[in-house]
């Protein structure tokens, strides 16, 4: 990184007055060892030309800034999985994984890397069948899930020449498998080049999977007290304030990364598991305390408190504790009990196909109540 920064340093060679480089023959001199020691230089020296877009966005970025380049994320050993020769100068990889972003983010990355996010397709894959889930997740195993890769993402392979074959690359999932043997995807929401707080920060960009018909965290948000405020009075500015934490003194209502992610005050820090503040498993129909803590509960207050009185945080949190046991006592669990018999005795496949999407509709159904009980507090009751 520090022979990038030398390179960055003779910025007026790369950059005009106008903040673009110039013409790439006169940027590079090729006897500049500062240049030819780190690949960053002949990247731009294409790119700038091939790829504008690409590469306006990641020089308005906070990697640009502090020296860090193209080779630096996509550099590769020759031998490696996923490492070809480019432009005939050196060894590459399409794929950036979670491990060369810990390089830098170590931290971020040992968080991260035991998140739902990063385990979506492992977790896919791995799910048992006493999992109540099991009987309609199973549908998509013989595919080995390729229809979920969009936001669960799929195992990438390798051609011959060893560069990601078309039929699993690009891919944009949470939880893709890498030529690394590694899972994850950091570009899942620090999008493109930019790689920027802000684009995570907001709710457009969690909501490109926590929305639709088996994910009603988008619908349950934007209709609630928070996501309409966040949509008619915050200033999305403030979603660029730099720092670990988000201070809820800054925004006038909360986006999802600020409940879930960020550490949201002074003393606390921002994470990328968002597990860390979820005492209950709200997604799962039959057990959600099963192996969460409670403990879990005051970090997700400590988030609420950035706005909101304790009183009005410990009666909410009770009253929504208190219709969640009831719900899954009264409609719950009698139903999961009555479907997993039917769709136990049930063989042929035309019925079994139409009580299967009955069961999907119902779990969908009960996961929308659950979080609509702690997020969104609107609507009927279910009795």
Same mark, same amino acid.
């Given at each position: 990184m520090k022979?990038?920064?030398?390179?960055?340093?003779?910025?007026?060679?790369?950059? +005009?007055?106008?903040? *673009? *480089?110039?013409n790439a023959q006169a940027a590079i001199k090729h006897k500049d060892p500062a240049k030819l020691i780190n690949n960053s230089a002949h990247c731009i020296e294409c790119h700038r030309d091939d790829t504008p877009a690409i590469f306006e966005e990641w020089l308005k970025s906070t990697h640009a800034r502090v020296g860090v380049g193209c080779n630096e994320c996509h550099k590769a050993n020759k031998g490696e999985k996923g490492a070809f020769l480019h432009a005939e100068k050196f060894y590459i990889s399409t794929v950036v994984t979670p491990v060369d972003c810990a390089n830098c983010h170590k931290g971020q990355y040992l968080d991260y890397i035991s998140s739902g996010h990063a385990l979506s397709l492992e977790l896919l894959q791995k799910m048992t069948e006493d999992n109540p889930r099991y009987p309609v997740v199973s549908l998509y195993k013989d595919d080995n899930f390729q229809q979920c890769g969009g936001c669960h993402g799929v195992t990438v392979t390798l051609d011959d020449m060893n560069i990601p074959d078309p039929a699993t690359w690009p891919n944009s999932g949470a939880g893709r498998r890498n030529p690394d043997n590694g899972n994850g995807n950091c570009r899942t929401c620090h999008l493109g080049h930019g790689f920027s707080a802000a684009a995570a920060r907001r709710p457009e960009t969690c909501l490109r999977c926590h929305d639709g018909a088996n994910y009603p965290e988008g619908e349950i948000y934007r209709s609630s007290v928070h996501g309409v405020a966040y949509e008619t009075t915050v200033d999305k500015k403030n979603l660029d304030r730099t #720092?670990?934490?988000?201070? +809820?003194?800054?925004? #006038?209502?909360?986006?999802?990364?600020?409940?879930? *992610?960020?550490?949201? +005050?002074?003393?606390?820090?921002?994470?990328?598991?968002?597990?860390?503040n979820l005492p209950r498993n709200l997604t799962s129909p039959g057990v959600p305390l099963a192996n969460r803590s409670e403990n879990l509960r005051n970090n997700m207050k400590a988030a609420c408190n950035q706005c909101h009185a304790p009183a009005m945080i410990d009666r909410f949190f009770l009253n929504a504790d208190k219709e969640l046991a009831r719900y899954q006592k009264e409609i719950v669990e009698p139903q999961l009990a009555d479907f997993k018999e039917k769709i136990d005795s049930t063989t042929k496949k035309e019925k079994r196909r139409h009580l299967l999407q009955d069961y999907s509709r119902f779990l969908a159904e009960g996961k929308r109540y659950r979080m609509n009980l702690y997020m969104g507090r609107h609507g009927r009751t279910q009795r």
């Open positions: 022979h990038f920064a030398r390179t960055v340093s003779i910025a007026a060679a790369f950059f +005009g007055a106008a903040g *673009l *480089l110039s #720092g670990v934490y988000f201070e +809820g003194k800054h925004m #006038g209502a909360p986006t999802c990364a600020f409940c879930h *992610l960020s550490g949201s +005050g002074q003393g606390q820090t921002t994470r990328h598991n968002p597990a860390w």
